[in-house]
């Protein structure tokens, strides 16, 4: 069973944290090259050079705006498919691997990238930790009110693909009822069933949370300290969240019922609305594509100071529809506390009403 449904749905993407002070994926790759030159550790220093070195001359071979940038991400995957490159299928049919490549890790002994995996983990972690300053995040917590100008009685529900804390530390600081799904520290996908909260869908899981390793069930671990019947602090433990993988939507709960949740919501909603997302993701970009191809009637507010129609237009999985495309033009931070998509939102909503006076207007969530 579907929870209750929303007229309008919020994407959050890592822009959206980035006026609180978290760096961009991007910008991660730069901290983790800065930590290694600090702690001196040239092995690992190297590795992610001749991973950046790759990366770039793989830009220049395929050109301007079909390369893959050096984001953290992508800097993973690779340091992850190089320290296993004898048991990936094309191994068998390569002659010889790159002198630098063999003099760092020879004979397809992958220490020295799992080391920097390792390494970069930590780093993530602490740069997305976050700011003790409640007042950095405070304009997240704006996000309850986007389409109360549009007759929404219920804050929108809210898709994230960040990992940090800082949307839920917002709402909890401003007594504003949420949910990401726990109950006494267990996730159970009841606890979306409540519109009166804000719904808080982590697509690709987040700091915090835990999968008991016998039992597979998810904790939120700092919520499930108190319970006797389970343990689950080691020296193995590591956040659940989906990172530096070719394949992010995976047939494991509880993501797997959080994507069908954003399927059908984007299906059922008359506005979507993004905030800091780049679209880079192919499986989100399909489903935001699908959502405005089959509805007319729906409209994508896309926010952020660097996306463009242009970009939008190479997006992997997507296709612009240019008339339903509002673009918001700046940051997450300067577009909360200034109520412009609460804005755009009753401006469509009236350039709809004035097209056709006889048109339905968008759903109140139930």
Not at 235 to 264: C, H, S, Y
Request: with cysteine.
């Amino acid at each position: 069973m579907s929870a209750p449904g929303s007229s309008v749905v919020v994407l959050l993407g890592a822009g959206a944290s980035k006026d609180a002070g978290l760096p961009l994926a991007l910008e991660l790759t730069g901290e983790l090259a800065r930590y290694l030159q600090e702690r001196g550790d040239s092995s690992a220093l190297d590795a992610l050079n001749l991973i950046i070195g790759g990366l770039s001359f793989q830009g220049k071979v395929y050109g301007e705006g079909r390369a893959p940038q050096h984001d953290i991400e992508t800097v993973l995957r690779v340091a992850q498919q190089l320290a296993r490159r004898n048991e990936q299928p094309l191994a068998t049919y390569v002659g010889s691997w790159h002198p630098a490549l063999e003099r760092l890790a020879p004979n397809g002994e992958g220490v020295v990238f799992d080391s920097l995996t390792d390494i970069a983990e930590e780093v993530i972690h602490e740069c997305l930790r976050a700011p003790e300053a409640k007042s950095k995040f405070k304009y997240l917590e704006e996000l309850w009110e986007i389409g109360f100008d549009i007759d929404e009685r219920n804050p929108p529900k809210v898709f994230t693909l960040n990992y940090d804390l800082l949307l839920e530390m917002a709402l909890e600081h401003h007594d504003r009822g949420f949910t990401t799904g726990f109950n006494d520290g267990v996730w159970s996908n009841i606890e979306f069933d409540d519109p009166a909260r804000m719904r808080i869908y982590k697509l690709h899981g987040s700091f915090g949370w835990f999968r008991h390793e016998q039992t597979g069930v998810l904790y939120d671990r700092d919520k499930a300290l108190d319970r006797l019947d389970i343990t689950f602090e080691s020296a193995g433990t590591r956040d659940e969240v989906i990172f530096a993988t070719d394949n992010k939507l995976r047939a494991l709960q509880p993501f797997l019922w959080m994507f069908n949740e954003f399927d059908n919501s984007v299906a059922n909603c008359s506005f979507i609305v993004s905030v800091g997302y780049g679209f880079n993701d192919e499986h989100i970009n399909q489903i935001i594509s699908n959502g405005m191809s089959v509805d007319e009637s729906r409209h994508l507010i896309v926010v952020g100071p660097g996306v463009t129609e242009s970009m939008l237009d190479r997006a992997p999985g997507f296709s612009i529809k240019p008339q339903r495309t509002h673009f918001i033009p700046k940051g997450a931070k300067e577009t909360l506390q200034g109520d412009l998509v609460r804005k755009k939102l009753a401006e469509i909503t009236r350039q709809i009403s004035a097209d056709d006076p006889f048109a339905e207007h968008p759903p109140v969530g139930i």
